[in-house]
């Protein structure tokens, strides 16, 4: 006999590096913990408070590490519970291996109304992966797990699937071992296409670089293009920690905003580039460089001059190396960098002061190697254009997709996976609250993880929306927040109230040192609108 599935299963985790299972058990996957239970030396168990708590663990361990990790759920509820995760992680291009389970292969779509029986859950689960697959007998679960990591890895990273029904965990796969899966090799880049590239680069006078998520593993190389070009780089959310935000070629998105009508090529890397291109607009005397291992990516929206397929990794070495050290002089370009820089910068400061304050005493407390979790709150906001980082992978954000309510149980994972650096989440009551139950999780395993909650009692970017474009007809967004010290500490959480930034400094100083979990309450009321340099106009062509 070979290996059952349920053991398939875990030895494929185990076999492709997964060490952290993050997990709710439940009926239809009984048989599947219970061979866990064998292997949980290899294979640790990390049992959450709700299914959501359990895939955004799983999220947060993968975008602090940059590697596959992976989450199991019941079906039907449990499984919809983790889509926001999971499409998070689509948007995010975050390698995570969702393992469902189902109810009993023979009844699928009979609509008997079994326990946690929902309709066309693998075509649900397809719409947020790259890639999911029924395992409806033993003989299907080496290839569907084999296939699904070498999806997971090749080309743009991404969240894959797999569904074992209830009856099938304990069906022979045929198979007696498992081996770690490899992806597919990114295509190579043609040597024409890198001279046309460093040709384009050289005709530019006044470059700028837009780095997002893919460019996360190859900081070096776009540190080295950027000096060598003179180019700005610009992040926003996914692509922060690229290059130094303390760098004189970081460039913020508004000071990139500002820069862009004078912009005359933009190069893109790693990145959809989707702002720049729909919302402040393209023109004919702007040149696109668009580079993505995706070859879809930079033909959405305007076409780019030139557009690469392949790993960022081969394409900027070469391009930097056909450029040579001989180019033209752009030290203007660098010194209206400069300029603009500090003109955006100085009005920023005037005008969002008080969210300026509370993230300069969390920088200040927290440690340079340390991670911030981004929410969808006012401090998180003004986060994704001030807030400095100085490396890969220490800006965690939901990108595009805006997940409200992540911030907490993300934390937790990327706490878990990366016990060697401080993680600190910022949320609002109202986030708080979605994922609050996961502080018993991270006091259970003794996780070192920090959570500060901004208690304005509302859905506070709503009301500041209805405030300053509705006339101050606030509907349905004030809220009751219970007291989270006290809550927290019910949940054998350390935890304090900071009424002031420099409160809240000392008590993040106390709260990094601790080898445990922490929750900080800040009472705050009613901040600036940040919104003005996030949603920024249309500034050339045609949007």
Known sequence: MGLSVAELAVESLIANGIEALYCLPGVQNDPFFNTLYDRSDA??????????????????????????????????????????????????????????????????????????????????????TKSATSVMQGSDAPAAFANAWTTMLSGCPGPVGVEVPADVWGEDSGVSSVSAST???????????????????????????????????????????????????????????????????????????????????????????????????????????????????????????????????????????????????RSAWRA????????????????????????????????????????????????????????????????????????????IGAAHARPDVPVVSISGDGGAMFSIAELATAAHHKIPVTIIVMNDNAFGNVRGIQRDNFDGRFIASDLTSPDFVALAKACGVSAVRADSPDELQAALSKAVAHNGPNLIEVPVGDFPSPWEYIRMPKQRGTA
């Open 336 to 411: 209206r960098i400069a300029d603009v820089k500090h003109q955006v910068s100085t009005e920023i400061a005037q005008k969002l002061a008080p969210q300026l304050d509370w993230l300069a005493a969390i920088r200040s407390a927290l440690p340079a190697d340390g991670l911030f979790v981004d929410e969808l709150t006012q401090i998180g906001y003004v986060s994704r254009f001030t807030f400095p980082v100085s490396g890969p992978r220490q800006f965690l954000s939901t990108g595009y997709q805006g997940t409200l309510g992540w911030g907490v149980a993300t934390a």
């Open 183 to 329: 992806g597919v090799a990114a295509p190579a880049i043609s040597a024409d296409d890198i001279d046309a590239a460093a040709a384009l680069i050289k005709a530019a006078q006044r470059p700028l670089i837009v780095v997002g998520s893919g460019a996360q593993e190859h900081s070096d190389a776009v540190r080295a293009l950027a000096e060598q070009t003179g180019a700005g780089v610009m992040a926003f959310r996914t692509g922060h920690g690229v290059v130094d935000s303390g760098a004189p070629e970081f460039v913020s998105m508004p000071q990139g905003h500002r820069l862009w009508p004078e912009c005359d090529l933009v190069i893109g890397l790693g990145t959809r580039l989707t702002v720049q291109k729909m919302e402040w607009g393209v023109d004919e005397a702007l040149k696109i460089l668009h580079i993505d291992i995706d070859p879809a990516v930079p033909d959405r929206g305007p076409k780019p001059s030139l557009k690469l397929t392949g790993d960022l990794g081969d394409a900027l070495p070469r391009i930097s190396a056909v450029m040579g050290s001989a180019g033209d002089d």
């Open 43 to 128: 294979l640790k168990p990390l049992q959450a408070r709700h299914e959501q708590g359990a895939a955004y663990m799983a999220l947060g361990a993968a975008l602090a590490t940059g590697k596959p990790q992976a989450f199991c759920l019941v079906p039907g509820p449990g499984f919809l519970n983790g889509c926001a995760a999971l499409c998070t992680a689509q948007a995010l291009n975050a390698p995570l291996f969702a393992l469902i389970g189902q109810i009993p292969s023979r009844a699928i779509g009979k609509g008997f109304g079994l326990l946690h029986e929902i309709s066309g859950q693998r075509d649900i689960m397809a719409h947020l």
